[in-house]
């Protein structure tokens, strides 16, 4: 049995109308009609104009609300949540939309849809109208006597142009030609990798195990034609578009639009992958891609999917999509690049690759690398959850052994952090290895370390405020710099000035701080258990934070030894 999963709501019962009137009242030019539909509430045109109206089960926004405006919708008529409108709704909405040009209504096919709005039309002997019949998910392509492809993400576009036609001035029968060929040259096919859930209800819309996904999902929460494993994102774009593409029998050299949709639980940057592997997917076989939009824009109220969808684009179609609109949910411009490259950064973070294998950095390192799940565990108990992803950031692609003199891979290891961890961790350890960089090419000893970490604590404590107890690294680090003072004597001595190691050092003196260091900052580490944080990425949890090391805390006992 389902747990029902919780949802902003105060009751079933009034989920809907609320939730309807909130977007009613987001809209600027939006009115609630009591007959049954939302109104376009702007001034008409001078001389008449075709209106398009559409409509639809709720649970799909933005569609259709969100696309209500000059250059798109004149009203929308909202049904139950995934239960299409009635015919008295869609009558009352087409005879208050006409303007004495006639309305056309674009229409998902989807059998409740289809009927009540055919009812509608039967009633209204004295207004012209024309269907448009929107019909291009694949997944349920050639299913026998059924009611053939489903009406999904398409549908924006089809709206987009039959707007744009009417609002430049063609006929009925025009507008509902151009649109009828966008609808019957578009397809789409749709995965989830979990199911939604209903606000109404808070049950699951189906079951999915871990780690499979649905392939072939409806946008009424319709569970999928097939279950497969869960496949990184190259292979599911590939599946898609190659269903995508032979139910449109696309051609190198011919153009298209791309929509990449979400449907509803997905995050923008997800969705923003998937349209990247989509444009070069299509590159390397030679279709065009005119324009491509990505985003929520016909849901399935909060399923983890999206939907794929191409339509063939001629000149006409593109000036079309991209005529103005006052539709809110239609974005202000669309991109028409039809390649990605990955956003890496470049920059100068190498490390020495000559020398003596660097015994002591080359275990920080390593220990970085196995404990990375571990450190970001203890963050998202007591943080946001991203400590050990950074870590890896910085230091996971670095093949060990590290070989070079301190002072010189402290120096890497610094640009590292400061360039590729980002957020404080990235500026806190970035400054650390910096200082003891810069004190151990005075004096590359335990005297250089010891001044070292004395001035990294003040560098830390001046850059983010904090303080011995308030549950930081420097609950760690500051132990540790008092523990290597205390070897050397508690003064901490500089060579020449010249720069370079004294040449002195012996092998067991190191040790010896290192050791004194790891056992105090261990110690440290452990403290920060009992504290309320008050600074840094756990201050924000307050006392949640308590129970649990910090992270950072423990990564500076990592730097000295395990």
Not at 137 to 159: F, N, Q
Request: hydrophobic share 40%; with cysteine.
């Amino acid at each position: 049995m389902n747990t029902p999963l919780p949802s902003f709501r105060n009751s079933a019962a009034d989920f809907l109308p609320q939730a309807l009137g909130g977007i009613i009242a987001a809209h600027p030019e939006a009115r609630w009609d009591e007959r049954g539909f939302i109104a376009h509430d702007a001034p008409r045109p001078d001389r008449p104009r075709v209106a398009v109206i559409s409509g639809g089960g709720s649970g799909h926004e933005p569609l259709h609300a969100g696309f209500l405006g000059t250059g798109m919708l004149s009203a929308v008529c909202p049904g139950l949540l995934f239960t299409s409108p009635n015919a008295v709704q869609i009558t009352e909405a087409t005879r208050w939309a006409d303007q004495g040009a006639g309305v056309l209504h674009v229409v998902k096919n989807y059998t409740g849809d289809v009927m009540n709005f055919r009812v509608a039309r039967q009633a209204l002997s004295t207004v012209p109208t024309r269907e448009v019949r929107v019909a291009e998910d694949v997944a349920t392509e050639g299913t026998g006597d059924g009611p053939g492809r489903r009406g999904t993400a398409a549908t924006i576009l089809v709206e987009k142009i039959a707007g744009a036609a009417a609002q430049r001035g063609d006929t009925i029968d025009a507008v509902a030609d151009l649109a009828q060929w966008v609808a019957d040259n578009s397809r789409s096919m749709a995965v989830a990798l979990a199911p939604g859930h209903l606000p109404t209800t808070g049950e699951q819309t189906f079951n999915l195990g871990e780690g499979e996904m649905e392939v072939g999902v409806g946008i009424h929460g319709e569970r999928g034609t097939s279950r497969e494993q869960a496949a990184p994102a190259a292979e599911i774009v590939e599946r898609l578009l190659g269903s995508v593409a032979d139910s449109l029998d696309l051609h190198e050299g011919e153009e298209v639009i791309l929509l990449f949709n979400g449907l509803g639980g997905t995050s923008s940057l997800e969705l923003h992958l998937l349209l990247g592997e989509a444009l070069n997917w299509l590159a390397q076989r030679g279709i065009i891609v005119r324009r491509n939009l990505v985003g929520n824009y016909v849901t399935s109220v909060n399923m983890a999917g999206a939907s794929l969808t191409l339509s063939r684009a001629t000149s006409e179609i593109i000036d079309l999509i991209d005529a103005p609109t006052t539709a809110p949910a239609w974005p202000q411009r669309i991109s028409d690049k039809a390649h990605c490259e990955p956003a890496r950064l470049h920059a100068e973070d190498t490390l020495p690759t000559e020398g003596a294998e660097n015994t002591w950095l080359s275990g920080f390192v390593r220990r970085v690398q196995e404990g990375s799940g571990h450190l970001t565990e203890l963050d998202r108990l007591a943080g946001d959850g991203d400590f050990g992803t950074n870590m890896e950031a910085a230091l996971v692609d670095i093949a060990l052994p590290l070989r070079g003199p301190n002072p010189e891979v402290l120096d890497g290891l610094s640009r590292r952090f400061l360039i590729r961890s980002g957020g404080t961790s990235g500026a806190v350890l970035g400054t650390l290895f910096r200082e003891l960089a810069a004190a151990l090419r005075e004096e590359d000893s335990p005297a250089g370390l010891a001044t070292g970490l004395d001035r990294a604590c003040a560098a830390i404590a001046e850059l983010g405020g904090a303080q011995r107890g308030d549950g930081t690294l420097l609950d760690a680090l500051l132990p540790a710099a008092e523990a290597v003072a205390g070897v050397v004597g508690g003064v901490a001595t500089g060579s020449d000035g010249a720069g370079g190691a004294s040449g002195s050092v012996s092998e067991a003196e190191w040790e010896e701080a290192l050791a004194a260091a790891h056992r105090a900052a261990e110690e440290g580490a452990e403290s920060t258990r009992n504290m309320t944080a008050k600074k840094g990425r756990a201050s924000y949890v307050g006392e949640a934070s308590k129970g649990v090391i910090d992270p950072g805390a423990l990564l500076v006992a990592w730097v000295f030894g395990e």
